[in-house]
């Protein structure tokens, strides 16, 4: 069963596709260094900061939590959306749950294999509609696209959603991650083209 959350748009504007975009049918590639290498045998995914319980998970263990199936559209920075996308995976209050967040987080700094982070405030991430995702269209998710896992945040462009993630920080002040320290909007919403900070 497919989720259909191509609809969130109307929270933020009149139309699907926000403005100084063009849709396009494929899924380009793009990232501030190559793609980096990594084992399921030595991969994990941890959780830490302004938390109840600090959280390790190996693949396995983080492919046997509860998962969701979502249409969801996705917005670049660069100019580009592209519609329907079906990703699966793991909710981000499904996480939060798991580690039992603290009263005095409010931001959120994901981290990736490659070094490269990125931030969103807490309240913009306790939505359904932002998953760490394993798959894409019904397979594994590919490498070049942030396999084994990635953010998919659809009500944000997607410099939000990190690709090869493996780690959440749950912060008690906001930090910027490595797109926003250079420039990029902290807010990043597409209908209001927050492009740049």
């Known amino acids: 069963m497919v989720e259909d959350v ?3 748009y109307r929270e ?3 139309r699907r596709l926000p403005p100084g ?6 899924f380009p590639v793009l990232s501030k260094s190559g793609t980096p290498s990594w084992t399921p045998e030595t991969w994990s995914f941890d959780v ?3 938390v109840d319980g600090d959280l390790s998970l190996s693949y396995a263990e983080f492919r046997e939590l509860p998962s969701t199936t979502q249409r969801q559209d996705f917005h670049c ?4 959306s592209t519609f329907d996308c079906e990703f699966t995976g793991v909710t981000f209050p499904t996480i939060a749950d798991l580690a039992g967040v603290r009263d005095d987080a409010v931001h959120v700094l994901f981290h990736a294999i490659d070094g490269y982070t990125t931030d969103l405030a807490l309240s913009e991430c306790l939505r359904d509609e932002v998953l760490f995702v394993y798959e894409h269209d019904g397979d594994r998710l590919a490498e070049d696209h942030g396999g084994p896992l990635r953010v998919v945040t659809p009500h944000k462009y997607a410099y939000k ?3 090869w993630v ?6 008690t002040e906001p930090e910027r991650g490595y797109w926003e320290r250079r420039g990029y909007s902290d807010t990043a919403n597409p209908w209001n083209e927050e ?3």
């Open 6 to 8: 191509t609809d969130l």
């Open 77 to 80: 920075v660069t100019g580009w």
């Open 166 to 171: 493996e780690g959440v920080e749950f912060l």
């Open 161 to 163: 959603g990190a690709k």
């Open 48 to 50: 830490w900061g302004a």
């Open 195 to 197: 492009r740049y900070g």
């Open 21 to 26: 975009q063009h849709e396009t049918d494929g």
């Open 12 to 14: 933020f504007g009149d």
